[in-house]
């Protein structure tokens, strides 16, 4: 999965590039099994609609034009069933609240964030998806942003879509699970 990944990594950063260039922030890469939360939990679920051995891969790559591409990698979930996920601030912890707001290239002074015009796929990384017949699912994310001092920490799974409206955008119902990922 590191092979795949690190071929993955430099293919997205020089796609595009007739020479390479230094890459201006890290590939963050994180793979696991979801289990209970511990310290040293990778991959942590907080309810069973992410069932315990489900596998997660997380690849988050800065582009050669100074955006970010965050790949989502599923396997063993319910089947033909929708999940949000969202790039979130802090680490996951014994509570799905620990990982804190979505992660949001210019903050929303206000939290929780449900304006649009700053809980918008533009601005924080979204990764909704929904799963096949066999619980897989993979999605990507591009933004033409990266992360700054201000490192995102985790990705949380949600239990549906992102919702869009006012009052109501980037909220996606309860959290179900959360990987640490060093973005």
């Not at 993955?8 to 209970?36: M, N, R």
């Not at 014994?94 to 964030?113: C, I, K, L, R």
């Not at 998806?129 to 985790?154: I, M």
């Amino acid at each position: 999965m590191r092979t795949f990944a690190a071929a993955l990594a430099t293919t997205l950063l020089f796609a595009g590039t007739g020479t390479a260039q230094a890459a201006p922030a890290k590939v963050a890469f994180a793979s696991g099994k979801f289990e209970s939360f511990s310290a040293t939990a990778t991959a942590v679920t907080y309810d069973a609609k992410v069932p315990n051995g489900a596998k997660v891969m997380v690849l988050g790559v800065p582009t050669a034009s100074g955006g970010t591409t965050v790949l989502l990698k599923l396997k063993g979930l319910l089947p033909n069933r929708a999940y949000g996920a969202h790039v979130h601030v802090k680490k996951c912890g014994a509570t799905p609240a620990e990982a804190g707001p979505h992660y949001q290239n210019v903050a929303d002074p206000v939290q929780p964030s449900v304006d649009p015009a700053y809980a918008n796929p533009r601005n924080e990384i979204w990764l909704d998806v929904h799963t096949d017949d066999r619980g897989f699912a993979f999605t990507t994310s591009t933004v033409d942003w990266q992360f700054t001092e201000r490192h995102a920490q985790s990705v949380v799974l949600h239990n549906e879509h992102t919702h869009t409206k006012p009052g109501e955008a980037g909220t996606a119902g309860p959290r179900l699970a959360c990987v640490n990922v060093p973005f």
